[in-house]
């Protein structure tokens, strides 16, 4: 009723705005609706499929992190790809753009996405570190020019020795994830939707490679 009044009062100045918040009135009860309509089937024990879980991010999902402090969040999952020069101790390079799709995507779903852009740039890395989110059989479809992949807990190189640099580089990557939250903004997006998670994660990985080819 208020989006009603509002539009019927949208004339001369300040017209554009009230038809706006009418708009975003009319939204939030659409949601709320919704919301009503999933405890409902909720309690008579249905199935809910593309369930809303956020009133103000539509496109937030739930993400099981299997973490004993946080077992579900709520967001967006992205993949991020650092790729350096070697893999020394201290090794930093320049991240690509991190994909990601609404609901919550797993890494083999992602890493397609990965491997297209690492042909765009015509990368073809030969060691590649992954953790034991990812399965042997869709990295070597995204990835078959790889010389070494090591996959935590899954695929060996072959090699004790290149395990072990692998396996100290990849535990390096859980820094890095660390340092990216901390220091540039990729803990949470402060624009709501799948596009301002993209606009937040897109700056992020701009500002850490500037900072990267500036050191």
Not at 135 to 149: I, K
Not at 159 to 168: F, I, N, T
Request: proline letters at 4%; one cysteine or more; glycine letters at 10%.
């Amino acid at each position: 009723r208020l989006a009603t009044r509002l539009r019927r009062r949208a004339r001369g100045r300040g017209a554009r705005a009230k038809l706006s918040a009418a708009g975003r009135l009319d939204e939030l009860a659409a949601r709320a609706e919704k919301i009503a309509r999933q405890i409902d089937q909720r309690l008579a024990g249905e199935k809910i499929s593309d369930r809303l879980v956020s009133m103000f991010d539509a496109d937030a999902r739930p993400i099981r992190k299997g973490k004993l402090r946080a077992p579900t969040e709520f967001g967006y999952v992205f993949q991020f790809a650092e790729i350096t020069e070697n893999t020394r101790r201290g090794a930093r390079g320049l991240l690509l753009p991190a994909p990601t799709t609404l609901g919550n995507p797993t890494e083999d779903t992602l890493l397609a996405a990965t491997a297209d852009e690492l042909a765009r740039l015509a990368l073809a890395p030969r060691d590649v570190a992954l953790d034991g989110a990812f399965n042997p059989g869709p990295t070597a479809g995204s990835l078959p020019d790889a010389h070494r992949v090591f996959i935590a807990g899954r695929q060996s190189t072959g090699s004790r020795h290149s395990d072990r640099r692998l396996a100290k580089y990849r535990v390096g990557c859980e820094g890095r994830i660390s340092h990216l939250k901390r220091r540039y903004g990729t803990r949470r997006s402060r624009l709501k939707g799948e596009r301002g998670a993209r606009t937040t994660v897109g700056w992020s990985v701009l500002t850490y490679n500037l900072d990267t080819l500036a050191i």
